[in-house]
């Protein structure tokens, strides 16, 4: 069974940098990391879950408008990890991140419902 571990997430001053990254492991010779399509997510305190950034097999990557120009996704395929790095940080970026893995790429990548595996998620905290 597939699972996903983020790690990176903490607290920064706005304005500052942030990398998370998020292993995915419990992958099968037939189906590994290079099928799979990731993407982020988070959720602030009150708030819907929402999407950050979505990549697929093939490295073609969605943002969502709110982290154009300030935040990256990228994949190792090598070793299997998905990373985010997150720059020009804001106060309104405090959330929970998660990351999200697909067999096929959803037709609304930045939407929750395409993403059938999760990860437990990782604070990132942003201070003004």
């Known amino acids: 069974q597939v699972q996903l571990v983020e790690s990176g997430g903490g607290s920064v001053q706005a304005g500052g940098s942030l990398s998370l990254s998020c292993v995915v492991s419990g992958l099968s010779a037939a189906i590994p990391f290079t099928f799979y399509s990731m993407a982020w997510f988070r959720q602030a305190p009150g708030k819907e879950r929402e999407g950050v950034a979505a990549?697929?097999?093939?490295?073609?990557?969605t943002d969502a408008d709110s982290v154009k120009g300030r935040f990256t996704i990228s994949r190792d395929n090598d070793a299997n990890t998905l990373h985010l790095h997150m720059g020009s940080l804001k106060p309104e970026d405090t959330a929970i991140y998660y990351c999200a893995a697909a067999r096929w790429y959803p037709q609304s990548p930045l939407a929750t419902g395409g993403w059938p595996v999760w990860g437990q998620g990782t604070q990132v905290t942003v201070s003004s």
């Open positions: 990549i697929r097999s093939d490295g073609q990557t």
